[in-house]
């Protein structure tokens, strides 16, 4: 089956956006010059998973930021509301996380770029994340969406690599199991 991927920046407090969803707290960062490892993971990736908070925050940017296929997980959207010249890049699913990604893997997806606070938590949940590259913003901003929710049980995580820097950005890579 599809694996599960997060590639996510969280303020120092947990947040991944604040409550309306703006990321004016991340665009102000100065990370000139700095490789996150963003463009190598999107490489990893067939396509993205993500909720309808981010899809909306998405569709603000000047430009729209993939080229890869784009789900949107929502009950509440329909493919009406895709924006014309995006249809041939963005659907909407309603199906629970363990459909959708049997769904993908039937289409031939392999790794699956799962992204937004509550899709995230839901994924994690369902076990169906295999690993997570979290990057720390030195920025507390208060309140917001978190990127990580109640859980069903413990979840270990075993840190595969960390590294910090001048920015004062610290990003960490993480292989995710299942605790007792």
């Known amino acids: 089956m599809t694996t599960g991927h997060i590639f996510m920046a969280m303020s120092l407090d947990g947040f991944v956006a604040r409550d309306d969803f703006g990321l004016d707290w991340l665009m102000k960062q100065k990370t000139d010059g700095e490789d996150h490892g963003y463009e190598a993971f999107m490489e990893s990736v067939d396509g993205l998973v993500m909720g309808s908070g981010s899809f909306r925050t998405m569709l603000t940017f000047d430009a729209w930021p993939y080229e890869k296929p784009v789900v949107v997980l929502s009950k509440t959207l329909k493919p009406k509301d895709i924006p014309a010249d ?25 790794r699956a770029y799962i992204d937004g606070g509550k899709i995230i938590q839901s994924f994690i949940r369902e076990g169906l994340i295999a690993d997570m590259i979290v990057t720390i913003v030195p920025i507390l901003i208060g309140e917001g969406k978190r990127m990580f929710g109640p859980l069903n049980a413990d979840i270990d995580l075993q840190l595969l690599d960390s590294k ?9 890579k993480y292989k995710v199991s299942r605790g007792s």
């Open 86 to 110: 995006l249809r041939d890049k963005v659907s909407i699913s309603d199906q629970a996380p363990q459909r959708l990604m049997a769904s993908l893997s039937e289409q031939g997806w392999e």
């Open 164 to 172: 910090s820097f001048a920015s004062g950005l610290v990003t960490s």
